[in-house]
């Protein structure tokens, strides 16, 4: 069974920091690339940032370049999203996902085969 489980979120002042994983089981991780998500209230979902399988690539969306970044242990399967100088407008519930095959720069919710459960993170001002 294909899972992935987020962790990490929590409330966090203004400016602060936080680090989510996204432990991955059920499927060879070197097959998957790994995309991070999140969705505030009321909003549509929104890709910030993939990982190449391999390691080699990533990408970022506009909305979090420079102050996120995606990262890969593959020996422990987990992928992180390190989140620096955190905004109010950060506020959302964030999502790990996996789509299998070709790397490509993608950060469409359409195009990501597998989901986690979320986890909330709260930037208080």
């Known amino acids: 069974e294909v899972q992935l489980v987020e962790s990490g979120g929590g409330l966090v002042q203004a400016g602060g920091s936080l680090r989510l994983s996204c432990a991955v089981s059920?499927?060879?991780?070197?097959?998957?690339?790994i995309g991070w998500f999140r969705q505030a209230p009321g909003k549509e979902r929104e890709g910030l940032s993939c990982?190449?399988?391999?390691?080699?690539?990533?990408y970022y969306s506009d909305s979090v370049k420079g102050r996120f970044t995606i990262s890969s242990d593959n020996a422990k399967n987990t992928v992180y999203l390190q989140m620096n100088s955190l905004k109010p407008e950060d506020t959302a519930v964030y999502y790990c996902a996996a789509y299998l095959g070709d790397w490509y720069p993608i950060l469409g919710v359409a195009d990501y085969h597998y989901w986690g459960q979320g986890t909330q993170v709260t930037v208080s001002s």
């Open positions: 059920g499927f060879t991780f070197d097959d998957y690339n």
């Open positions: 990982i190449s399988s391999s390691d080699d690539f990533t």
